[in-house]
């Protein structure tokens, strides 16, 4: 079965905390991809990342980075130094060769930052 | 460049009347995709447009459910006796479609659909 499973529903810190976001799916594809959206209070999903499975390099983009273990399934998120603004809820989804196109998502995270 | 645009921003119908939801992709993408979110759920997939050809309309969830689209520009979504269960925000979403796999899909702001 390809499932995305976000098991954090709701993580809430104060500014300038580090937070790690987890995403593990399932496929039994060996070609796939892997993505990151963040959807703000407005509703628009904004694009993050995107990742397929032959390059588990991590990746830094600012205060953003992805950590992708095939060895776990996991595609974890963290934000360093998290901001009022990176308030969202983040969904992790999956593309795999089997399922064409489409993506399968996660049930997302919901991420309260404080001040 | 312009996003995907989607419209009505908000649709509020009657139980048994029929919607439509209109969706312009982004200039140049030939995929386009329809996707349902319910309230505190993630993205329930629905139909995959590449050009206007339908290969993937796996998520329609049930005959009321239709959808078209004029060469690779426009798209509409009609649902057909709205019933309650069918509230929800509808998301539509472009690609290039490379032919590949693993083209990243940018979505539009959704049409939020409310069924009295």
């Keep these: 079965a390809q499932k995305v499973t976000q098991a954090q529903t709701e993580i809430s810190v104060v500014e300038k905390e580090d937070v790690t976001l987890d995403c593990v799916y399932e496929t039994r594809d060996t070609t796939y991809y892997l993505f990151w959206y963040k959807q703000p209070p407005s509703g628009e999903l904004v694009f993050l990342i995107r990742r397929n499975s032959f390059d588990e390099q991590n990746e830094i983009s600012g205060r953003y980075s992805w950590n992708f273990q095939k060895s776990t399934s996991s595609f974890n998120f963290t934000i360093t130094a998290s901001q009022v603004v990176d308030s969202a809820v983040y969904f992790c989804a999956l593309m795999f060769t089997g399922g064409g196109n489409k993506l399968t998502f996660g049930t997302g995270t919901q991420l309260k930052v404080e001040l | ?116």
Excluded: M
Excluded at chain 2, 4 to 18: A, I, L, W, Y
Excluded at chain 2, 69 to 87: K, W
């Design chain 2, 1 to 116: 460049g312009a996003g995907v645009s989607q419209s009505p921003s908000n649709k509020v119908t009657e139980k048994g009347k029929d919607v439509e939801l209109r969706c312009d992709p982004i200039s140049g993408h030939t995929a386009l995709y329809w996707y349902r979110q319910r309230l505190g759920q993630g993205l329930e997939f629905l139909i995959y447009f590449q050009g206007n050809s339908a290969p993937d309309k796996s998520g329609l969830p049930s005959d009321r459910f239709s959808a078209e689209r004029t060469g690779e520009s426009v798209s509409t979504l009609t649902i057909q006796r709205t019933q309650q269960e069918d509230s929800a925000v509808y998301l539509c979403a472009s690609s290039l479609d490379s032919g590949g796999l693993g083209d990243t899909q940018y979505f539009g702001p959704g049409t939020r659909l409310t069924v009295l």
